[in-house]
């Protein structure tokens, strides 16, 4: 993985590849994060129904 950071860092440059690294570690977050929102918002309608 360190091989491919320095890499990409030589390649295009040190602010886009720290966007790109950051931007693939939160991908996984942010999906738990619209999953739960998800959820919340099904919750929210049943029991406004109720």
């Known amino acids: 993985m360190y091989d491919q950071l320095v890499s990409l860092i030589s390649t ?7 966007s790109i690294y950051l931007l693939i570690r939160f991908e996984n977050k942010i ?20």
Do not use: H, Q, T
């Open 12 to 18: 295009v440059g040190f602010p886009i590849a720290v």
């Open 31 to 50: 999906d738990l994060l619209v999953k739960s929102i998800e959820d919340l918002r099904e919750d929210i309608s049943a029991v406004i129904k109720n």
